[in-house]
């Protein structure tokens, strides 16, 4: 809105308070868009050249508010007291660090130096009365082997029959690679994140080149092979009450143009204190939430997952949704690391304190657990809750703008109603 001041003069007092309760409206929008760029801006910054660890320390202060005449008699005293010991200690005395044996478990080639000759210079015989040991340790690596599987033809002559050993299966019918070849691929790329264009440089200074094409049909087969196991897993997981997902996306070449494409890896796991240690991934090449609906089919637990609106549907099939605590609290931590707000750090010390909780009853069965749970973690999660609400409604929650929009369902502005004159209270958390 343009105004022009020449035009002021011939506007009423009505028309002058209209025009400025909407240049006020005009105001409050621009500065909460300032607000919402100025986190964005502070939250890609920390996201690009920041550590990644989302640990929060409410104790942890600026080095320059530590007590440094303290600290600096402490470091005189702590010097003084070193000079002291190693004045008193001799030189023989001086401990030396005591480097561990290696592991009896690993194969010993043993390399033995002996003399040329046994007879002294004088003539006598030399009589072996000893000897001194020492271990180096030493690594190969990976060596090329060819396995010949010879299978002998017997026959008969007086019956004219032949006998022979049938064929061992294989993963790859007629292929070349054992399954030890097949399984350090795996391994190497999936759990050792090496892209097949690396083992190929990585096979070719060990003596043979094996191309990445070849590589790559090696795995699609394992992958074929393996997909009865996954599916088992699949079931194995379904089984159980409670689940835990989340998807993340990757970069999928399409066939044809060889421009890349967003795809994605959808993640599924029960609970950290059940017996099965699975994740199952499902790859799917958009974020649609019929991936979900699909891999679920007709289980209807507890889902664990974001706020991602895919999950919706599931919901309203019979699926209970659970939040996740990690990612309610991640936007407090990057409102937190953004702008150091007070607001943000409180929400922060209660989540560490339920954490904390989580960490004490990780030994615990079931049973002991929801009762330690119901007993300490609830009425913090309440009382953050209704401090949450109360929020909703001051004018503290001017400093969680960009929660609400970095993450809509955890803070949700509405009308104001407490008297903006009124200071502000901080609930107490028992």
Known sequence: MVVEPQSLQSLSAQELRELTTRLMTQLRHQSALLDKLTHENALLKRMKFA????????????????????????????????QQESAAVSPQEKKQPKRLPLPANLPRREIRHEPESSTCRCGCQMKRI???????????????????????????????TLTQVPVDPHIIDKGIPTTGLLAQVLVAKYA???????????????????PRSTLAQWVGACGVQLQPLVDAMRN??????????????????????????????????PGAFEAT?????????????????????????????????????????????????????????????????QIAEFALAQFARVYEIE???????????LQVRQQHSRPILDALHQWICLLYTSDAADDLLCVDLGGR??????????????????????
């Open 192 to 210: 050792d994140h090496l892209p097949l264009y690396r083992q190929e440089a990585i096979f070719g200074r060990a003596g043979l080149a094996i």
């Open 130 to 160: 000893g000897e001194d040991v020492a271990e180096k340790l030493d690594y190969v690596p990976g060596v090329f082997t060819v396995e010949r599987h010879i299978r002998g033809k017997w026959a008969c002559a007086k019956c004219e």
């Open 277 to 341: 240690r699975a994740v199952v991934y499902d790859f799917c090449e958009s974020r649609a939430g019929e991936h979900a609906r699909a891999f679920l089919g007709d289980w209807r637990g507890s889902l664990i997952c974001d706020d991602y609106a895919g999950y919706k549907a599931s919901f309203s099939q019979g699926v209970t949704e659970a939040g996740c605590l990690a990612h309610a609290r991640r936007k407090f931590f990057d409102l937190h690391a953004a702008n150091k707000s």
């Open 409 to 430: 369902r955890i803070i949700k502005k509405k009308k104001k109603t407490r008297n903006k004159h009124e200071p502000y209270v901080e609930p107490k958390i028992y």
């Open 51 to 82: 550590a990644q660890s989302e640990r929060f320390n409410p104790e942890q202060k600026s080095l320059l508010q530590d007590e440094i005449e303290a600290d600096l008699a402490a470091v005189a005293s702590e010097i003084d007291g070193l």
């Open 236 to 269: 194995e997981l379904l089984q159980h009450r409670v689940l835990h997902a989340d998807e993340t996306p990757v970069s999928m070449l399409k066939p044809g143009n060889g421009k890349t494409h967003r795809a994605y890896l959808w993640a599924y796991a």
């Open 359 to 369: 960490r004490e009853v990780q030994a615990l069965t079931a049973p002991q657990r």
